[in-house]
Each structure stands twice: as C-alpha cells, then as structure tokens.
T-cell receptor, first 118, second 110 residues
Framework: DAGVIQSPRHEVTEMGQEVTLRCKPI?????LFWYRQTMMRGLELLIY????????DSGMPEDRFSAKMPNASFSTLKIQPSEPRDSAVYFC????????????????FGPGTRLLVL | SQQGEEDPQALSIQEGENATMNCSYK?????LQWYRQNSGRGLVHLIL?????REKHSGRLRVTLDTSKKSSSLLITASRAADTASYFC??????????FGKGNQVVVIP
C-alpha cells in the first residue's frame, strides 16, 4: 500500500488566498483525521471523520476552515481566506476501525503539507 | 492543558546508550501510544500500551505505564544514529481520538 497521500507537499500563498489541502487515506481505513502542527501549539486535531461522516470538528479554529470527505478515498481541508497565522504543517492520518476483528487505535500519518501564508 | 505531555527536554546521547523519555497525562485513558517523527516527515506509530497493561516491549523499545501516577515512559535501548527523531506520546481518550504531547527531541551521536 502507498500509505496516506497528501498534496501538495508544500504550499506558499499570500494572505487572503484560498488554500486547499488534499488527502487520500489508506484503502480500507474507515477513519480520517486532520491535524495541524506548529512549534507553539504542537500537534492539534482539527477534525475527524468516520465512514466519511464528520464526527468532531471542535478543533477547527475558525469558520475560515472547512473539511469535506466526499468519498472513502478523498478528503480536503480548505482555508478561505488564509492568514499568516495559519502557517503550519498539516497532517492527514487514517485508521481502520477494525482489523482482523480487533478494534484498531493506531493512526497512519501522511507526510504532511507545509503551508506558508505570507 | 493537553493530555499526553512529555518532559519538554531535548536529549543528546551517544550511540549505544539508552534513551528514556517520560509522558504524563491528566485524565483516564483507553491506551497510550508513542510515535516517532523524523525531520520533515509524518509521524510513525511505535507502540501502544493499554490502560490495563504495565509494560510492553517491541524490539529495542520498552514502554511502561503507571495509571496511578498517570505517567508513561519510553526506553530505547542500544540507540542508533537512525533513532534521531522527535518522539511523541499520545493518549487515546475514546472514539479513536488522540491527544499528542509536544514531543521530545532525541539526538543520537554516532
């Protein structure tokens, strides 16, 4: 398996622009998570989906952030409009709910998207 | 504050030495996990210990969990240069949600 795929790997944009981050989870995984990592705040959970349904978006910082999962193999995280304080590394992770009959709690992370908002 | 908080220190050791890092948390957990992050990469799962377990081993890794003290430790034995990374503990507080600590940077000097 290719693992969790994220694109783009790097994004530089100007304040006010729309940014769309993309994620392809591992095939067969039922849960998908979006995280943001900064030096100051560490790794923060933004939102997660189970079976394509958003379960908890309490970590989404503002209305400028939105996430969708239209199908089991694709998710997007959108920031509109972007601000310099959104600069961070954004990770997508996926997890199978069950594997061989056992509940799985391990998460598999993508390589991240490094976002710089000027 | 966030659950899963490592001792906020960078660790620099010689190759072959053991590296120990600690993590504390504040509320009841289902399990505690340790992840490694190499520079510029995503996190990689290392080991999971459940709340009813006290110690677990995986290769050169040993993790302990003390639920009475709400703390965990990760020991890497016979460290190698390739172990240079940041190590994060993460507490599972239900429904597959993880709360990550700030991470512990370990540098293994060849």
């Amino acid at each position: 398996d290719a693992g969790v795929i994220q694109s783009p790997r790097h994004e530089v944009t100007e304040m006010g622009q729309e940014v769309t981050l993309r994620c392809k989870p591992i095939s067969g995984h039922n849960s998908l998570f979006w995280y943001r990592q900064t030096m100051m705040r560490g790794l923060e959970l933004l939102i997660y989906f189970n079976n394509n349904v958003p379960i908890d978006d309490s970590g989404m910082p503002e209305d400028r952030f939105s996430a969708k999962m239209p199908n089991a193999s694709f998710s997007t995280l959108k920031i509109q409009p972007s601000e310099p304080r959104d600069s961070a590394v954004y990770f997508c992770a996926s997890s199978p709910i069950y594997l061989r009959g056992e509940i799985q709690e391990t998460q598999y992370f993508g390589p991240g998207t490094r976002l710089l908002v000027l | 504050s966030q659950q899963g908080e490592e001792d906020p220190q960078a660790l620099s050791i010689q190759e072959g030495e053991n590296a120990t890092m600690n993590c504390s948390y504040k509320t009841s957990i289902n399990n505690l996990q340790w992840y490694r992050q190499n520079s510029g990469r995503g996190l990689v799962h290392l080991i999971l210990i459940r709340s009813n377990e006290r110690e677990k081993h995986s290769g050169r890794l040993r993790v302990t969990l003390d639920t009475s003290k709400k703390s965990s430790s990760l020991l890497i034995t016979a460290s190698r240069a390739a172990d240079t990374a940041s190590y994060f503990c993460a507490t599972d507080y239900g429904n597959n949600r993880l709360a990550f600590g700030k991470g512990n940077q370990v540098v293994v000097i060849p």
